[in-house]
């Protein structure tokens, strides 16, 4: 505490238990851990200065911005600092003619675009927090949101990270231009959850807004026909903007906590939407409702204007707020599968609610196969809270037995370290260690995230399931 | 991908042995952009034996595709699904592989709208430098589990390990294109690029040379209509244009082919990546500018010193794609900081440096 006081100034630092303890999650609320002191720097040299006296005295240090994330990637450790960039929160530059922002990493995702918004650009990636999570999560992240089929992940809109190594170091990763000389180091910081450098300050890139944006809401007898209307939607050449499918338990949820005007009879509607010019919008809306209708849509409504887009996406948008209305806690899970093993995924799903004796709705970004079932529970029943990390795990693996991965957009985090078993080979897994350390070689960055320790994955391998192949494949598992 | 697999076998007791003797391995595939960076040495490791399409789901825009699989055989096989790897990836010749093109990175005209090699890779399967196999990233396009390993690979020239297998997202072929010719030098080009880059036009290519600018739209064909009205110009008849843009892609007009005697003279092909809105850069020489003025290449004699600073001047960087003398380094030199996280990560996959060696820089 003295050596931080010696390069930060008074206020800047965090330690009584009562300051501390609003960092002590971030929004995976289930996971929690005092850390020793809070940092809250002001400059980059604070930041170079504070994380140099924590390397210097073996340190673990945390990265965070708005802790909005869901997989506990910036929950505190025991004995480490939690270096919150909450200050940096400065737009340092809009260039339209290169469609380029340069922000500092505590500036919100949708301040962004608001700023961007008089040149006629904006930010594409969209996370549901968007209102509240910084661009410098969004970089730990690789964030998506609803509008990735089209517009891609945070690293396809990225061109610069700035910031520091472990040591207080400066470092820049991309550049200025659309690349960089040497290895590709954008594309490991991004969506490396704080474990590799910390970023300070970060250059986007904006795109032109959409003159125009409409919506079908479409509606579906079942779940297969529904799974079936995306691939053939895609089939046809047509990338939707945004492409959300929703069952009829979530459907339910959300239309009574935002009257939505949903179909409630249907057994999953899916929200297809298409943007551009206004000639390229009315072009690939016809399209779109011809695939829909052609795939077995009951029920097709085009939003007639503004409001009414914005109404078919509200249900959408508070899905999650909606499971909080219909039960005291709930799960959210983030597994990606390839499209067409939809309606094997959701039978899966039904017959774990029956196994695990816990409810589950379902929302899915359709377009890029990520899968969001929120499981309901009551984390007061110490069982109830057993059975829903059973079910979720259940979920994860078979995703990955699917051909998917067990986080699409959230994170490993805390959360799904013992996924990261299951989809990765104790080799792998010991080569993504050697990434660490080229970076981190006493690993202070974010310890103990992202990549269980081979003795993890043993315990947790006495139920072992890799790639599909299970030890005792008849056995029934409870 | 199995390591039974008698092709990979051999590559894999191939790897082990380098690395038992420390002997450096030359990564091939095609062998149609050894031109490409530092000259390649030691004994080839020939991955042309790894062939064909492993899967392809059109529906899921996902291709899985082994790394000595020729690039004109997957363009084909996605042309008859309507699609394409967006990024038009350059054919220099003849027998091309597709981890060929994800180890050299580069991507063709369509990369400043629509990204490049490395935004479309989803997974790769790969051979690291201790003979292990390992699989990262998938055959989904969301996916945050672990570090982007998979994306790495892209333009690392081999020198990490051997891809041996690789999944890439693939689009739909846009709708309509068209392409627009207008006469102008280079300033008043760029400024025009750089007005348009923030306005929605669906503009998907750019080139400009000796006084002339071709503009690529792509899209609705509706949207393209409305957008050539607005920008004016002349149309190129669709056929001359296709052709046009494909020799651009595979760098095969008078611009970029230099043949001996050039190299003898000390003229050398060079690529300055820069922000699209640097001003025109001051060398003698001639010039082709791409990806919407973001990629000006250059035919010059100038020294290696001279085109690094008037880059670096820019706010850019060089790289000298075709000379004789590349003692000086093919790209732009590292920050001390970079280089060490270099080393590291060549550490991290190849520690007995047998992969490539000298292709990227000299020590790695």
Known sequence: MAALAGVLPRGAILFRREDTAPYECDALTAYRTSPLAVVLPETEMQVAAALEVCHRMGVPIIARGAGT?????????????????????????????????????????????????????????????QIACTIGGNVAENSGGVHCLKYGLTLHNVLRVRGFMVDGEPVEFGSGSLDAPGLDLLSVVVGSEGMLAVTTEVTVKLTPKPQVARCIMASFDDIESAGAAVASVIAHGIIPAGLE???????????????ADYDLDAAAILLCESDGTPEEVAEEIVRMEEVLVASGASRIEVSCDEAQRLKFWSGRKNAFPASGGISPDYMCMDSTIPRRRLAEMLLAIEQMQSQ??????????????????????????PDQM?????????????????GGTVTGEHGVGVEKLNSMCVQFSPLERAQFLAVKRAFDPLELLNPGKVIPTLRRCAEYGKMHVHRGMLPFPDLPRF | ?????????????????????????????GGTKTFYGGPPMGEPLDVTGLSGISSYEPTELVVTVRAGTLLSELEAALEEHGQSLPFE?????????????????????ARASVGTVRDHVLGVTLLNGRGELLTFGGQVAKNVAGYDVSRLMAGSLGILGVICEVSLKVLPVPRA??????????????????LWASQPLALNASAWHDGRLHVRL?????????????LGGTAVAPDAADSWWRGVRDQSGDFFSVSGADLARGDCLWRLSLPATAPPVELHGRQFIEWHGAERWWRTTAGPPEVRSAAALAGGHATLVRGADKSSGVFTPLSDVLMRIHHGLKQAFDPACVFNPGRMYAGL
């Open chain 1, 69 to 129: 994330g869901l997989s506990g990637g910036a929950m505190p450790h025991h004995g480490g600092v939690v270096l919150s960039l909450a200050k940096f929160n400065k737009i340092l530059r809009i260039d339209a003619g290169t469609c380029t922002a340069v922000v500092q990493c505590g500036v919100r995702n949708l301040a962004i675009s608001e700023a961007a918004a008089p040149y006629g650009l904006y930010y594409a990636p969209d996370p549901s927090s």
């Open chain 1, 245 to 259: 499918l929703m069952d009829k338990a979530m459907t339910a949820a959300v239309d009574a906590f935002v009257h």
């Open chain 1, 356 to 381: 695990y004796g816990l409810r589950c709705v379902n929302v899915f970004h359709a377009g890029d196969g990520n899968l969001h079932p929120l499981i309901l529970f009551d984390a007061e029943d």
């Open chain 1, 386 to 402: 057993r059975r829903c990390e059973l079910f979720g795990a259940d979920i994860l693996e078979t995703s990955v037995r699917l």
């Open chain 2, 1 to 29: 991908m199995d390591r039974r697999d008698p092709e990979l076998a051999r590559l894999i007791d191939q790897v082990e042995r380098a690395r038992s003797h420390r002997a450096p391995v030359d990564i091939r595939g």
């Open chain 2, 89 to 109: 990836p350059p054919r220099f010749s003849a027998g091309g592989t597709v981890g060929g093109m994800v180890a050299a990175g580069l991507s063709g005209p």
């Open chain 2, 177 to 194: 294109g068209a392409t627009l010719c207008f006469d102008w030098d280079e300033p008043r080009a760029l400024e025009q690029l750089n």
């Open chain 2, 218 to 230: 792509a899209g609705a064909a509706a949207a393209l209509s409305a957008a050539c009205g607005k």
